[in-house]
């Protein structure tokens, strides 16, 4: 079975660091996404993880551990269009979400 | 490329109505998958499909949901009949390399009254 794991919401300021952190228990692994979504828009993709470690990719980036069930997304210098939903998945073609983290930036 | 393209995008009907929900995959990817999203349960996936064959459909709730995949360019998700508790938002999404994720259409969002 799938079990993925994220905070609700957080909150954070305008040019900040966030990190959003996310644990899973899946079966046959095949990889780590996270995608972005704001209100009444469809999900889209933001990064993909099968390997440990850290893949950087402009203001965003993505970390995983396989041994530890472990991801997180880390969004740099924030901006107030950053503010949406943040969605983690695993799983193999059959990808599971996670109930998302609403991040709200603030001025 | 025109991206997944989801018809229609907002949907009313009445308890009891068939409804069908259409979507057309981006060209080339090989897999096709019909999610559901509220408030309460989040993105559930119902049904994926490689190939235009049906592969997984664990995620469907019950027999008043079916799904088809005629061709490389085509599916289709049908209701009938449809309760209010089937009111959601249903996402189409495509994909070939995981590497680049899968793509989601803009969504039907249907409202059963």
């Known amino acids: 079975g799938q079990n993925i794991d994220q905070p609700t919401e957080m909150t954070a300021t305008e040019g900040a660091i966030v990190q959003i952190n996310c644990t899973y228990q899946?079966?046959?692994?095949?990889?780590l996404f996270w995608y972005q979504q704001h209100a009444g828009e469809a999900p889209t993709f933001l990064s993909y993880?099968?390997?440990?470690g850290l893949e950087e990719k402009g203001r965003f980036s993505s970390f995983l551990s396989r041994s530890k069930g472990y991801s997180y997304l880390l969004l740099k210098e924030l901006q107030m269009k950053d503010s949406a939903s943040y969605l983690c998945a695993g799983g193999g073609n059959k990808l599971t979400f996670g109930t998302g983290t609403q991040l709200k930036v603030e001025l | 490329d025109a991206g997944v393209i989801q018809s229609p995008r907002h949907e009313v009907t009445e308890m009891g109505q068939e409804v069908t929900l259409r979507c057309k995959p981006i060209s080339g990817h090989d897999y096709l998958f019909w999610y559901r999203q509220t408030m309460m349960r989040g993105l559930e996936l119902l049904i994926y499909f490689n190939n235009n064959v049906p592969i997984d459909d664990s995620g469907m709730p019950e027999d008043r949901f079916s799904a088809k995949m005629p061709n490389a360019s085509f599916s289709t998700l049908k209701i009938q009949p449809s309760e209010p508790r089937d009111s959601a938002v249903y996402f189409c999404?495509?994909?070939?390399?995981?590497?680049?994720?899968?793509?989601f259409g803009s969504g039907t969002r249907l409202t059963v009254v």
């Open positions: 999404a495509s994909g070939g390399d995981s590497y680049y994720g899968y793509t």
């Open positions: 899946t079966s046959g692994f095949n990889g």
């Open positions: 993880n099968v390997l440990d």
